[in-house]
């Protein structure tokens, strides 16, 4: 039966009730900790992308190290464990959520203090083990904080919570890009060519950074849970932990599981593939990092913040599904904008364009997915099938990123920004269809 007017009304939040969500302390808290997640991700990809072409390495060699970041997309394997097992004194002291978050913030400052004190130049073994440490604690961390963030608050503020948590964590993206080259430029002497000190000093600094969203965990609460019966034997345990999240979400949406999971599969994809290319891109073109750290610094943290913001108003007013639309739509597009970048040589004022234009989609496509995802949860399962569905989004473009490289040296820069473009097109007709049948379930008796 359609609703009246007044009824319609009532379903609908006012302008004000929506923007008061943003300044609720659950939305507040997804600020600093968005902020510990999104920081460790550019140290072990992009940023260290710039720092390795800048020492040297080949395109290819940087393409084939990003695999690292395929630890985010296996993190499903170990969900299960971060969901349901206590650690020994933390648990006690803290709670499961809050006490797996300051574990994994510790490790992660730990393998930033390696990659700091490592050489590129002197082998590249210690390196990538330090950033293996930090991709596998920061997948971990994104596995605890997204059920502490999804069992925060009801599904009617997932989307603001969503948008606060992007807003924290696409700032912290420009920090450990902008922030490390900006650093990195402070830190270097009169000496031309790669400076490892300069960027030792910028990465002991990320590391001190994580001590906001380490504090936010010591001075939360931990939030409510939906305590399952106790397993009466291993069997039972790894029944509950293990199968039935999986089956769970398969009863639930049927014949839809597929269409969905394939959705997630390829959100993200163009911008994935591309982002490993963008900074050996910008050496190549003869960008400093003084120019790249001012300008993302600057627009791309004010159009991250309009972003992040925009997306979660739009999926709070206009729905979920047509904002992921808008947004698949968007990120597309900006990878057309890098190829154009390409035929102006050393353009800054191109590049504050493309990078404005980069970071408002990526904020807008952002904080809709991640509403998106959070809705397709049970809150009883809430680490293991948010962990499933965010480890999809990153596998298959995580695993073609890495020949990114490979695909560079062979047909150019412009021809491969072109490519991660057109690698969108199936999301637009994925989006359209999982749409299609949400909207036919939401029908049906």
Known sequence: MTPSAPEAAQLKPSWGATLRVYLEPATLRMLALGFAAGLPLLLVLGTLSFRLREAGVDRGTIGELSWVGLAYAFKWAWAPLVDRLPLPGLTRWLGLRRSWLLLSQGAIMAGLVGMALSNPQNGLQAVVWCALAVAVASATQDIALDAFRIESAGAERQAALAAAYQTGYRVAMIWAGAGVLWLAARAEVNVTGYQNTAWETAYLVMAASMLPGVLTVLFSREPMRHELPPARGPGEWLQGALVEPFADFLRRYQWQAALILGLIAVYRISDVVMGIMANPFYVDMGYTKDEVAAVTKVYGVIMTLVGAFLGGVLAMRLGVMRVLMLGALLSAASNLLFAWLGTRG??????????????????????????????????????????????????????????????????????????????GLPVLLLVWLAARAQASGARSP
Do not use: E, R
């Open 346 to 423: 050393h353009d800054v004022t191109a590049l504050v364009f493309v990078i404005s234009a980069d970071n408002l989609s990526s904020g807008i496509a952002s904080a809709a997915f991640i509403a998106y995802l959070s809705s397709l949860t049970n809150i009883s399962y809430s680490a293991t099938q948010y962990a499933l569905f965010s480890s999809m989004m990153l596998l298959a473009p995580k695993f073609i990123a890495g020949f990114s490289g490979h695909y560079v040296d062979a047909y150019g820069y412009s021809h491969f920004f072109i490519s991660t473009a057109l690698l």
